[in-house]
Nanobody, 126 residues
Framework: QVELVESGGGLVRPGGSHRISCTAS????????MAWFRQSPGKEREFVAA????????HYADSVKGRFTISRDKAQNTGYLQMESLNVEDTAVYHC???????????????????WGPGTPVTVSS
């Protein structure tokens, strides 16, 4: 089980772009997946995007598809979430998560991930 730490959160103007990172301490196994979830005040934590650590295949929530891009740098043990065309509804604390052997049908489920970071806040406001 790895420990995860997010970084890069901040204040962004509507329509702007931003990138957040997630660094894993400990080796991410070839069967791992890394995902981003987000949680706004009063709402449940929701799936944003996921990536297979080995093959790099990606999956997105409909609300961010075409605007957000998840990627990873295996050598740096770091995952990224590049966010474009941000709007106020994207304001949330963003958490990264990692899990081993996550099957396709479970990639969007919180319970599929054993390791979680503390989160980094992204605020979209003018």
């Amino acid at each position: 089980q790895v420990e995860l730490v997010e970084s890069g959160g901040g204040l962004v103007r509507p329509g702007g772009s931003h990138r957040i990172s997630c660094t894993a301490s400990g080796r991410m196994s070839s069967s791992s997946a890394m995902a981003w979830f987000r949680q706004s005040p009063g709402k449940e934590r929701e799936f944003v995007a996921a990536i297979r650590w080995s093959g790099g295949s990606t999956h997105y929530a409909d609300s961010v598809k075409g605007r957000f891009t998840i990627s990873r740098d295996k050598a740096q043990n770091t995952g990224y979430l590049q966010m474009e065309s941000l709007n106020v509804e994207d304001t949330a604390v963003y958490h990264c998560a990692a899990g081993m052997g996550v099957i396709l049908s479970s990639l969007r489920m919180r319970d599929a991930y054993a390791s979680w970071g503390p989160g980094t806040p992204v605020t979209v406001s003018s």
